[in-house]
């Protein structure tokens, strides 16, 4: 079974403070993403990587930053956290769409983030 | 640009129903997919669907796909509680990005 961890569950961080969320995959995936979630909006693509130190932008970048230094993990920075990047975030991974035909993806558990 | 839209966004329905969430896309996709989530959980993976006509079917669960029209069903029969979620239709753009509707709030009366 494919399994995508993130760090934590559940984080409460004051403003201003530096934030790091982790997702890790075992599946030897490439591609890599992070989304948030809030009510009536679904879900918004904010950063994906498609291979190691390889990242692009999506819908919502601003401000936010990645990382992704080894395949396996794909690190999502709030460089200076607000009260409005409070959500719920989630990772995913996949293999590339041109690789495999049942291409999906495969979402962690998800951290729900409180900026106060 | 590539946009997902899904209806209705809140459903309420009675045990034992049937009922049919449509999910329309804006541009050609070769990729479509129904994800589900409980409250407080992640997104879990129900169907892919990959060419126009293909139907899948799980439980009371059946998904259908209609690229000339650009729309997908996700038809409930004889609904039971433990349906009761929100169901997310997403649509593969370009560059292996998945587009996702706004999801459905799916609510099961016993």
């Known amino acids: 079974d494919v399994k995508v961890t993130q760090s934590s569950r559940y984080l409460v961080k004051r403003t201003g403070e530096k934030v790091f969320l982790e997702c890790v995959q075992d599946?030897?995936?490439?591609?890599m993403f992070w989304y948030r979630q809030d009510p009536g909006l679904g879900l918004r693509l904010i950063y994906f990587?498609?291979?190691?130190?390889?990242?692009e932008k999506g819908d919502i970048p601003e401000g936010y930053s990645v990382s992704r230094e080894k395949k396996e993990r794909f690190s999502l920075i709030l460089e200076s956290a607000s009260t409005n990047q409070t959500s719920m975030y989630l990772c995913?991974?996949?293999?590339?769409?041109?690789?495999?035909?049942?291409?999906?993806?495969?979402f962690g558990p998800g951290t729900r983030l409180t900026v106060t | 640009e590539l946009k997902v839209e899904q209806n209705p966004l809140f459903l309420s329905m009675q045990e034992g129903k049937n009922y049919t969430i449509y999910c329309n896309y804006s541009?050609?996709?070769?990729?479509l997919y129904w994800y589900r989530q409980d409250p407080g959980k992640s997104l879990e993976s129900l169907f892919v669907?990959?060419?126009?006509?293909a139907v899948k079917q799980e439980g009371r669960l059946m998904a259908s796909l209609d690229t000339k029209a650009r729309l997908s069903t996700l038809h409930i029969t004889a609904a039971v509680h433990d349906l009761s979620a929100t169901y997310f239709c997403?649509?593969?753009?370009?560059?292996?990005?998945?587009?996702f509707g706004k999801g459905t709030r799916l609510h099961i009366l016993p």
């Open positions: 599946m030897d995936h490439e591609n």
């Open positions: 669907l990959l060419s126009n006509g």
């Open positions: 995913a991974s996949s293999f590339p769409a041109g690789l495999i035909v049942h291409y999906e993806q495969y």
């Open positions: 990587s498609y291979d190691v130190k390889m990242k």
């Open positions: 997403a649509v593969g753009g370009r560059d292996d990005k998945i587009i």
């Open positions: 541009t050609t996709s070769d990729r």
